[in-house]
């Protein structure tokens, strides 16, 4: 194992916090706001931090070097064994000044942003890892569909007539000399998944998650994003590609899973929403300005927009009264899709003891 390897992280929120589990130098405000940011899920942090460097032997201590321009990364290479990206760029400029690098770990799965041909000419390992945030938001998205598939927000606990009557329900129970008294709270509206289309705006690694899940559901998967798939990768994930007008008027229920950036900000505008089938609802897993927020009240007004679920608002916290929350086919949580939060933890862990392994294996 190379004696004190020197690593090179992207600046992202997680991938960033290598950095405090590796590098020697501590800093007690940091190892306490980590702390406190777990403390829901991991209770004990300095126990949790101890058996991952357990399982990563040789990692600790490390040199780590935090980068967030494609130019950060280049001047940080030189002398670099490992380099952990997410979303920055490996290729034949980066590698020819990573005089010493073993070993590209990709934060997620999809290589896009990698070279691997010329990674594997000059002997360097890629490593992924499917990440456990990801799977989390697309159980969460899921999760909203079914909920508002069967209204179960509506009408969880409600056991009593007069709580089904204070609900707006009609509850009464059927002839059952001739009928079952299934459904005797007489919830109408209710939806399946199997048999409905999902849209997916943006096939990145969330969205290949969705679009796995949707097909064991029996759902067919559309998707758009800038550059489509190859034929191959549509076919392995089940998906099929439209552009965005075509996927809005096709899709019975549409999920963003975009980042926020100038360009998605407000995707889903009034006319975005207006080419949306009559009555599909809208799973938003992402940032909330992906969709323009006046339009989606008058959407979901108008009855045009059949249901929403949204996991991050637009403030947080948010006012007890938003408009938003009159509507019935409204649900609204507080950024929790990736959760629980030793979700991320598990992934760097495992980013941890791959690096360890090959660093090892190379040496």
Same mark, same amino acid.
């Given at each position: 194992m190379i004696k004190n390897p020197v690593l090179v992280v992207e600046d992202d &929120?997680?991938?960033?916090?290598?950095?405090? *589990?590796? +590098?020697?130098?501590?800093?007690?405000?940091?190892?306490?706001?980590?702390? #406190?940011?777990?403390?829901?899920? =991991?209770?004990?942090?300095?126990?949790?931090?101890?058996?991952? $460097?357990?399982?990563?032997?040789?990692?600790?201590?490390?040199?780590?070097?935090?980068?967030?321009?494609?130019?950060?990364? $280049?001047?940080?290479?030189?002398?670099?064994?490992a380099v952990v990206t997410e979303s920055l760029q490996m290729g034949e400029a980066e590698l020819a000044v990573a005089d010493c690098l073993r070993v590209?770990?990709?934060?997620?799965?999809?290589?896009?942003?990698?070279?691997?041909?010329?990674?594997?000419? $000059?002997?360097?390992?890629?490593?992924?890892?499917r990440r456990r945030a990801n799977t989390g938001c697309a159980e969460y998205a899921f999760g909203l569909m079914i909920m508002l598939a069967k209204k179960l927000h509506q009408s969880a606990n409600l056991l009593s007539m007069d709580q089904l009557r204070g609900a707006g329900f009609? &509850?009464?129970? *059927? #002839?059952? /000399?001739?009928?079952?008294?299934?459904?005797?709270?007489?919830i109408g509206g209710m939806r399946n998944l199997c048999g409905s289309t999902m849209?997916? =705006?943006?096939?990145?690694? =969330?969205?290949?998650e969705l679009a796995l899940r949707a097909h064991a559901f029996g759902m067919k998967?559309?998707?758009?994003?800038?550059?489509?798939?190859?034929?191959?990768?549509? /076919?392995?994930?089940?998906?099929?590609? $439209? &552009?965005?007008?075509?996927?809005l008027g096709q899709s019975d229920w549409v999920c963003p899973t975009l980042p926020l950036t100038?360009?998605?900000?407000?995707?889903? +505008?009034?006319?975005?929403?207006?080419?949306?089938?009559?009555?599909?609802?809208?799973?938003?897993?992402?940032?909330?300005?992906?969709?323009?927020?006046?339009?989606?009240? #008058?959407a979901l007004a108008s009855g045009h927009l059949g249901g929403l679920g949204l996991d991050t608002f637009y403030e947080e916290p948010a006012r007890a009264d938003d408009p938003l929350l009159k509507?019935?086919?409204v649900i609204i949580t507080l950024r929790v899709a990736a959760q629980p939060r030793y979700n991320a933890f598990g992934d760097l862990a495992e980013v941890m003891a791959g690096l360890a392994r090959t660093l090892g294996e190379a040496t």
């Open positions: &929120p997680f991938p960033r916090l290598l950095q405090a *589990f590796l +590098d020697a130098r501590a800093d007690p405000q940091r190892d306490a706001a980590i702390a #406190d940011f777990v403390a829901h899920d =991991i209770a004990d942090y300095p126990g949790w931090l101890a058996q991952a $460097r357990a399982q990563a032997p040789g990692l600790f201590p490390a040199e780590v070097r935090r980068v967030s321009t494609p130019e950060e990364l $280049r001047a940080a290479l030189p002398g670099a064994h590209v770990q990709k934060y997620g799965t999809v290589l896009r942003n990698i070279d691997t041909a010329a990674c594997a000419a $000059r002997g360097i390992r890629i490593l992924t890892v009609q &509850p009464r129970h *059927f #002839d059952r /000399r001739h009928t079952s008294n299934s459904n005797w709270a007489r849209g997916v =705006i943006g096939m990145g690694e =969330i969205g290949r998967t559309l998707y758009y994003q800038r550059s489509r798939l190859p034929e191959s990768v549509e /076919r392995e994930w089940h998906a099929e590609y $439209r &552009p965005l007008e075509e996927l100038a360009e998605s900000r407000h995707i889903l +505008d009034s006319q975005r929403l207006a080419q949306m089938k009559r009555g599909a609802m809208l799973i938003n897993i992402s940032r909330a300005e992906i969709v323009e927020r006046q339009a989606l009240h #008058d509507f019935k086919q």
